[in-house]
């Protein structure tokens, strides 16, 4: 908790829009930390009242939507739920944005589709999020597809961001992914930070610490600036 409201406070200080964490994750292994759950989601608003963000997290299953509904202000669909279809539409039935992340094997048709199962509900309100898909290069942790954003900002009118953390899964590539992705014409970028990667219960090894994410702001502007957007 406190390790959160530490990195809250900083990125607020840096220039981040938004506070993400997840309570509940979707974890590869079984044994690995699963998230906090509610414990989780009151201590992310929590975090949320003390800074001014607003917060994003991950959402599983249909069974947790009202939760997360109470306590967020907008929800995640991971890479694993993607094609979750009856958790789209739960969604879609909901009034709060919807972060949708591509799924590891998704095309960029499939995220669309995906899309448009929320949006099919009745909620519009959706951000489309690259985050690296699954390729035979194993000197990172996915393979981040620059050009979906130019395919999803081409085929659709909805916010597209990207995720170099979980997209190359190395810190020291982050940064220069994230210009990348700005220069590429994303609407914006979600990294992962924490005060002490090493301790991390999930991705320390993509985590930036405290200090890169305040340069990964600043040295991001000239390429916000360069696509013709507002820093
Ligand atoms: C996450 O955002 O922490 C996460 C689990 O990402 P993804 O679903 O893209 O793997
Ligand atoms: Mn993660």
């Known amino acids: 908790k406190e390790a959160l409201i530490n990195a809250g406070r900083m990125m607020k200080e840096a220039g981040a829009h938004a506070l993400r964490g997840g309570a509940f994750k979707p ?3 079984p044994y690995s930390f699963q998230g906090l759950g509610e414990e989780g989601l009151r201590i992310l608003a929590e ?3 003390a800074t001014g963000l607003p917060t994003l997290t991950e959402v599983v299953e249909v069974g947790d939507v009202d939760v997360v509904a109470k306590h967020a202000d ?8 993607m094609q979750n279809f009856r958790l789209l539409q739960a969604l879609g039935r909901q009034e ?3 972060l949708l992340k591509r ?3 998704a095309t960029v048709e499939d995220v669309l589709m995906s899309a448009e199962y929320i949006a099919s509900e009745g909620n519009s309100r959706i951000i489309l999020c690259e985050r690296g898909i699954r390729t035979f290069e194993p000197g990172t ?4 597809d620059l050009s979906a954003v130019c395919q999803l900002k081409a085929k659709s009118h909805l916010p597209v961001v990207v995720d170099p953390s979980h997209g190359t899964g190395v810190r020291d590539y982050v940064l220069p992914m994230a210009c990348a992705a700005v220069a590429a014409g994303a609407d914006g970028v979600l990294v992962e930070t924490h005060i002490r990667p090493a301790e991390a219960l999930s991705d320390g090894a993509q985590s930036l ?3 890169q994410f ?3 702001i600043e040295r991001l502007r000239p390429f916000i600036l360069a696509a013709g957007r507002e820093a």
């Open 214 to 216: 305040a340069a990964l």
């Open 141 to 144: 942790r996915n393979t981040l």
């Open 103 to 105: 799924g590891m094997s």
């Open 27 to 29: 974890r590869t292994s």
């Open 47 to 49: 975090v949320s009242a």
């Open 96 to 98: 709060k944005p919807i």
């Open 74 to 81: 907008a929800f995640q669909v991971g890479a694993r739920n």
């Open 209 to 211: 610490f405290p200090a």
